[in-house]
């Protein structure tokens, strides 16, 4: 058995951080707490330094076969570390002298490191244990600010967390009963000859577990709720980065340990991803809240990247087009929810009204990242749509890419419903309380993650590469 | 050559945004004005130097994306050239008219300046994807203009048909585009490719679906009925200069879509379902002009009779899909007749969209009842809407003629039954051009609100728009420059249609 630390650093760095800043921040005093936000984002820096050095001996399964490391849990280690450096960024306002400042950015990396082991668990016990560890502060974030909102939105993220967890922790002891092995290598040719009944029933529940970390229909009644009430920072970590671990987690799951045999899976994901990308949008049509707009905004999207896993079996760019759409994914959402979080006292799409005027940089910001999540070019999410939709049509889902298009559409009418204000002259007299500007942190963020998005749009050749590759069997 | 040509505008528009808030709104127009003329000389450069016979030229060809088969590949032929010159040549006159806009120059200023880059880029590309971000472009930067600077609330409405109807449209080109793209082996998005190598030849409903998919977003966006709806909303809420481009280039991307990839990239289900489209055109050709007929605002009798010019092109192009009963000849005169016609429709009825303007700007009302008797206190106005409304009802010596006289003689043998309906249309729009110019401008002299002075023409409008009719003109008297470009693509089309 093969118990090497190296490739494992970036998550050992995660870890570290995470441990110091909790034992720096019980004996800082609390006008210097930011140390450990700075402790916080090096951490991610190391992270995505030390994936960048171990890219180049990619593919090695460690610890036996349970931990792959492939080219799935590299990009989400590079993603999970960028998106979570960014809400730092983000956070710098909200939770400033906060007398929790360093517990916050604490959670922050454990549920980062949970999401990056969600992604390289090849062992279904790992899997759960990653979905736990990513889940659990993730809750406590949702009720951070400890407020009426802030608790119920935690309060319901746990519940439904918690109903999903015991569903999964169900779905892996009958996938453990009737494979006889918690490892995917070896489920994939133990389950053969299992009962499909249970195999089916197993996977289904283990399946729940994920699509709750992804935000996606049917688990996702918790995303407008916490979304809305939560925290902006924290609203933005919560809609982007489960996600990563989650997707990557059911793309590995079905690949590698599910036999096609058994279960017809591709199905059961193209008939989820249809109904996540149109309960999404449909909820979000007439959303008044920007910050819900984006959460409906958000279960719509996981739709489109469960279409990548709906082909995975049949086609051999799958992989490539979910990991890409990943990253484009979590570079756009967090460039809206920047513009949200830049624009503390602007709840509403009304209040957008006049942004161009005062703010012409963010309005560009959310120009690109609401035209991004609809997939218009060059940014990064039109790439990547074109290249789900193309894996879609060649896996046989044309029926699927009809209704993507056709959705994509109809997700035009909210986008534009927020932009359009924007772009009015603002109302006459003095300039309204609702678009000042809160810190300039998190307008750096914004432009950050806006140029981002262009850049992987543009400049996609550079990155397609290092996304393309198998996962470990 | 041709991507400083695409991108010169867009690089100055990024310049221009550096330039501090106060610095005067002139200096943003005439720093338009000189970069659509810089772009004006270059393209009639890549004229001079582009040698018909030679299929395309000037081409350039760089691996953008390469993991997905995307190149950057750009190249211009008879098709696209005489296009990427009247584009040219129609922003630059929307650079001279707007010296006289006053809202938001810099903006305006900057987003002209994109689109510009946008539709050039459209009609260089050599790559479906590098066609299709500048289509998608091309409504993004519209939905802009028209939101931005269109009259009022109207206007959000309208631009907001505008982009979720286009957009609809974009998607399933998008799906169609998808469809070559799988079908070539290896896979690839590159036009000149896939016109070689006909990945479809023989796909039976595959092929269908992929026709279907390309020519539905095509036909939103060119527009043909039944999806034109959109067309006389943005068209009336939008600025003046804005209306130009939106008809001017605009419209062109749909019906050079038709002609650049659908009738090369699927000829055999081109063949196949021709008569759709001879009949699709032929309905839009009457449908509009009767509609037009009946309008009361001058600018929406001009957006439909858009509808109607652009029937006519479809009409050809359907044609030259017909093969029983005619010869390479005609055909090949039916799409000649097309592309003139486009550059002919983008002159003239950028023209008239930007007379129309100066209609709005003197009297706020585009309806026509409000108008009577201007010519005798406005008689350059009256004179230059008279050459326009000339011209685009097809009299000879003018560009239209030329044009509509192609495609209804290439079209003649093949389609008998619907070019001679569709001759029809010519005589309804002549009946609504006279009717409103009989309104506007003869009987006793009327104009709406108080009596103040009803200027003539201002010097920048003038010279926006008589340059535009003297090119109508020039092709109408002297069209060989034009087709000597034009009628060797047009023959390649006609020999890759019938293969």
Sequence with gaps: ?473 | MLPVIVFLPAAAALALLALPRRVPRTVFVWAWIGVSAADVTLVGAAWVGYDPRAGFGWTENTAWIPTVGIRYHVGVDGLSLPLLAMTAVLFLMAAVYSLRETRRVRSYVCLFLFLQTVSLGLFAALDLIVFFVFFDLSIVGMYFVIAGWGHGEAARAAALKFFLYTFTGSLALLLGFIGLYLAARPHTFDMVTLIRANPLAGRGAYGGLVLLAVAAGLAVKTPTVPFHTWLPPAHTEAPAAGSAILAGVLLKMGTYGFVRIAMPMLPGQWRRYALVFVVIGVVSAVYGALVALAQASFKRMIAYTSVNHMGYILLGAGAAGILAGTSAQARSLAVTGAVTQMVSHGLLTGALFLLSGVLFDRGHTYDMAAYSGLAGRTPVFAGLTAVAAFGSLGIPAMSGFIAEFQIFTGSLASATAATAVAVLGILITAALFLRALQRVFLGPLRRPGTPAAFRDLHPAEVASIAPLLAASVAIGVAPRFLLDVIEPAARTIITLVAR
């Design chain 1, 1 to 473: 058995m093969n118990e090497r630390l190296g490739p494992l650093i970036p998550e050992i760095t995660l870890a570290a951080g995470a441990v110091a800043g909790l034992l720096a921040g019980s004996w800082l005093p609390r006008h210097r707490q930011w140390v450990i936000r700075l402790l916080a984002a090096a951490a991610c820096l190391a992270a995505l330094a030390a994936t960048a050095f171990t890219v180049a001996g990619t593919r090695t399964a460690d610890f036996g076969t349970s931990y792959a490391i492939d080219v799935a849990t590299n990009t989400v280690r590079v993603v999970v570390a960028a998106a979570t450096l960014l809400v730092i960024g983000l956070s710098a306002d909200t939770v400033q002298a906060h007398k929790r400042e360093a517990e916050f950015y604490v959670l922050l990396l454990l549920a980062a490191l949970g999401t990056i082991v969600l992604a390289g668990a090849n062992d279904l016990l790992l899997l759960f244990a990653g979905y736990l560890l990513a889940s659990v502060p993730a809750y406590a974030l949702a009720g951070f600010a400890k407020d009426s909102p802030g608790t119920e939105a935690a309060l319901k993220y746990y519940l439904m967390g918690a109903l999903a967890g015991v569903a999964m922790l169900t779905g892996v002891t009958l996938l453990y009963g009737t494979g006889r092995t918690t490892s995917y290598p070896l489920l994939q040719t133990t389950l053969v000859a299992a009962p499909h009944g249970a195999v089916a029933v197993g996977v289904i529940a283990v399946t729940a577990g994920l699509l709750f970390k992804s935000g996606a229909v049917p688990a996702h009644f918790w995303v407008p709720d916490v979304t809305d009430g939560t925290t902006t920072p924290v609203a933005a970590f919560v809609t982007t980065v489960p996600k990563l671990g989650g997707l990557a987690a059911l793309l590995r799951l079905l690949t590698v340990a599910i036999p096609a045999a058994a279960v017809n899976w591709p199905l059961l994901i193209a008939v989820l991803a249809a109904a996540s990308m149109t309960l999404g949008n449909l909820a979000a049509f007439f959303q008044d809240s920007v910050k819900r707009l984006l959460a409906y905004s958000t279960i719509s999207q996981a739709g489109y990247l469960l279409m990548a896993v709906a082909v995975a079996a049949r086609s051999a760019t799958a992989p490539r087009s979910l990991l890409f759409y990943l990253a484009a994914y979590a570079v756009t959402n967090l460039a809206a929810f920047a513009v949200v979080a830049a624009l503390p006292q602007a709840s509403t799409v009304a209040d957008y009204r006049g942004l161009t005027r005062q703010h012409p940089g963010l309005a560009a910001v959310l120009v690109v990242s609401l035209l991004g999540l609809v997939g218009t070019p060059p940014t990064a999410v039109f790439l990547a749509k074109l290249q789900v939709f193309t894996t879609a049509i060649d896996g046989g889902y044309g029926w699927l890419t009809a209704l993507a298009a056709a959705n994509t559409v109809a997700s035009l009418f909210y986008y534009l419903r927020w932009l359009t204000p924007a772009f009015l002259p603002g109302p006459a007299g003095p300039r309204p309380a609702t678009l000042e500007p809160a810190d300039r942190a998190a307008t750096a963020v914004a432009y950050t993650a806006g140029a981002a998005s262009l850049a992987l749009g543009i400049a996609g050749t550079t990155v397609l590469p290092l996304v393309t590759g198998h996962l470990i069997r």
